[in-house]
Every structure is written in C-alpha cells, then in structure tokens.
C-alpha cells in the first residue's frame, strides 16, 4: 500500500528514502547542494529513527575511504556528494569499483571549477563516468526518491557488485518541492532486502584480501571483470525495473521515450531537461511538428541496443549535453553516435551543449533544437543560449 503524496525536495527525498532502508553505515561531508541529504539523514540518526552508523568525516576524500572500508567489510553503505566534492573523490572512486563494493551515492549534480559555480550541469557525473561506477539519472523528485531504493538492489546483486551513482540536478530537483509519492516504509524494506555481502573481510571463516598488489598478470583480468559486471547490470536493471514496476505502478525503461513512435526529429537528453523537452515536444506537436525525446535512464552502462533501436530510421538525432569536453565533441553525443554504429543507416546527428554553470533552457529555446534541424540550420555542434 502506498502512503499518500508529500511535496518534498529531492535531497529530503532521498534522505528518506535512506530512513526507509535503513543502512548501516553513512559516511558523508556536506556540499552545496547535497548538504540537506546528509544533513536531514543525520537527524533521523540522532532522533534514533534508524540504526546506521553516521560518520562526518573532515572531506568527502576520507568520506568516500570510509564508506569503500565499510562495504569491504560486508556493511550496506550509502553516501552523498556533488561537484568538487565528488572531483575530491576522484582517487578513491575506482578503489570502489576496483574492490567491487556495492555502495550507492546520491551526486547532487553541479558544476565544477572554475570560475566558482554552485549551480546545476552534469560536469562532475561526466568527468568520472569512466571510472567503473554505475551511473542513473532521475527526471524528477519522485525518480529521485525511487532510483535511491532501486540502487541498492541493482549494485549488490551477485552478478554486479559494483558501486553506484543516483545523479540529481542540484537545485532544480534537489531544492525544488514537488509532490511525491513515497512507499511504506515496509514495503522498502521487502523490496531491497537482508543485505548479503560477497567476500565480506569481516567473515573471517572466509578469508578474503583486498587491496592487494597487482600486477601485469591479473590485472588486465581484474578490469575486464567490471566491464563484465557492467554489462550484466543492464539485465540486472530490467529485472528491477520489472519488479518495482509491480510494486508502485512506476514503469521505467533503460532508455525512456516521449512521443517517439512516428517522430522524424529526436532530441536526446539527460536528467530534469526530459521534462521541459517533454513540454517542448507538446509545443511543437500541436504545430504539427514529428518531434519526440528520449532520455537514457541507466548512462553506466550505456544501454546501446536499446539507444539505437530508440534513434534508427530517424531524419535527425540532436543530442543535449550539460557539458562541455574542450578538444573534442561531449560524452552524451560520443555515446550516442557510437550505439548508431550497429544501424544499417545512421541518421544525421548533432551536438548541442546546453545550461552550463545552471543556465536556464526553457521550452522556446528548446524548440530550436528541433526546428534548426528540420529547417537544415543546425550546425554539428551547437551552443544553445550563449549571449551574442
């Protein structure tokens, strides 16, 4: 049974959703805008709502050692970070994934450094993409709420075990109230589990070493075992997709569409930008414009199958980025340019770097996209909304 709706922020959201779960350790520094995460957490552990382990560390570098010691040693881990905090972080991410410790990270998406900004894209997410760790984006609060649940049993499932980012756009979803439905608190304790650590360090009728030495001989095998991993946890999400679909009535994909069925023109886009392309599309429908948008909802790992089905025998693919590479085209455009590689036929596509540093983009701006490729003006890189 689902309790009936709240309005709550997505960092409130997501502090709940760890009430409901319950895990046993949570080892965080504050961050803007993470900080309400961590902060609202550790009230409901000082008011001993919950029985985890709070740990403020005095970085989010020794945030992120202690929660990698605290799931190697067997014990469900959660934590939160954002922009520079998840830079700081950098060293011990692929310690995370390397030691195949099934710990979840909410990142309040935010820009990096410098010039200073506290404001939302998608810089901090994408310069660690590579790093092993699964990444899930969330439209909105609700998605906020649901993909923090849905983590835990995507990344300690047996055939996975690696670490994994719940990204947010900071301040559009992490401060912005919207109505939410959350689940009983029951019901989120069936759906994740008893937490059933592999090769825990503290079963020591089991032995087990971590961190040790390797060299040339294994450790080729060792990395080739995350992309195994990786490439498991797409099956893996589709059956938790699947079984949390039952649950709430929320039905996700691995990769969402939106009036796609007979567009000619597709934007791609990641994170709360479906929802305003959603208002875009309708915009333009009513104009009597084949436009459609499509959001990845798992981008580590990238569901390619499923992106080119999404963008084959399309006249245009424009795909939206809240980042720019310096040098070289940015990663949502690569990635989607490289899943068209299986089609018979790739479309036209192009790039369009969009809401750096928090820059709004609303709905008259987005039409652009669609309408510069059907009038043939869009270039193969575009930046959309930078002052003349």
């Not at 592999?198 to 060299?215: E, F, I, R, S, W």
């Not at 946890?233 to 939106?258: C, H, I, M, P, Q």
């Not at 990845?296 to 693919?317: C, H, N, Q, W």
Request: proline share 4%.
């Amino acid at each position: 049974m689902l309790h009936n709706d709240i309005a709550v922020n997505g960092d409130n959201a997501i502090a709940l959703a760890w009430k409901q779960i319950d895990p046993d350790v949570c080892a965080a520094y504050p961050i803007t805008p993470q900080t309400i995460i961590v902060e609202r957490f550790s009230d409901y552990v000082a008011d001993g709502e919950v029985n985890t382990e709070f740990v403020c560390t005095e970085s989010e570098h020794s945030a992120m050692t202690v929660c990698i010691a605290s799931a190697a040693a067997g014990a469900r881990t959660v934590t939160a970070t954002a922009s520079v905090g998840l830079a700081y972080m950098w060293e011990m991410l692929g310690v995370a994934s390397g030691l195949r410790t099934p710990l979840t990270m909410a990142v309040a998406n935010r820009a990096l450094s410098a010039p200073i900004n506290i404001h939302c894209d998608h810089g901090d997410a994408m310069a660690s993409r590579d790093t092993g760790w699964l990444m899930i984006f969330a439209e909105n609060v609700q998605e906020a709420y649901d993909n923090a649940i849905m983590a835990l049993r995507i990344a300690e499932h047996k055939d996975v075990q690696l670490p994994m980012m719940t990204c947010l756009d900071g301040f559009i979803l992490t401060h912005a109230i919207e109505r939410m439905t959350p689940l009983d608190t029951n019901k989120v304790k069936k759906f994740v589990g008893e937490h059933r650590p592999v090769h825990p360090l503290l079963d020591h009728k089991n032995p087990v070493t971590q961190g040790a030495m390797d060299g040339h001989d294994f450790y080729f095998e060792h990395r080739l075992q995350i992309a195994d991993a990786m490439e498991a946890a797409l099956d893996v999400t589709k059956d938790v997709f699947k079984e949390f679909g039952k649950l709430t009535g929320r039905r996700y994909n691995l990769v969402e569409r939106y009036m796609c069925d007979d567009a000619d023109y597709v934007a791609i886009c990641l994170g709360s930008t479906f929802g305003t392309m959603k208002a875009t599309v309708d915009k333009l429908r009513g104009e009597g414009k084949k436009v459609g948008v499509i959001m990845p909802r798992l981008f580590r790992p990238l569901p390619s199958a499923e992106i080119a089905k999404a963008i084959d025998k399309r006249k245009g693919v424009a795909v939206l980025d809240k980042f720019m590479s310096p040098g070289t085209y940015p990663p949502l455009f690569e990635d989607i340019v490289s899943s068209s590689l299986s089609l018979k036929e790739i479309p036209k596509m192009y790039s369009y770097v969009y809401g750096l540093g928090g820059r709004d983009a609303k709905v008259d701006e987005l039409s652009t996209v669609f309408t510069d490729m059907i009038d043939g003006k869009a270039k193969k890189v575009n930046y959309l909304g930078v002052k003349k």
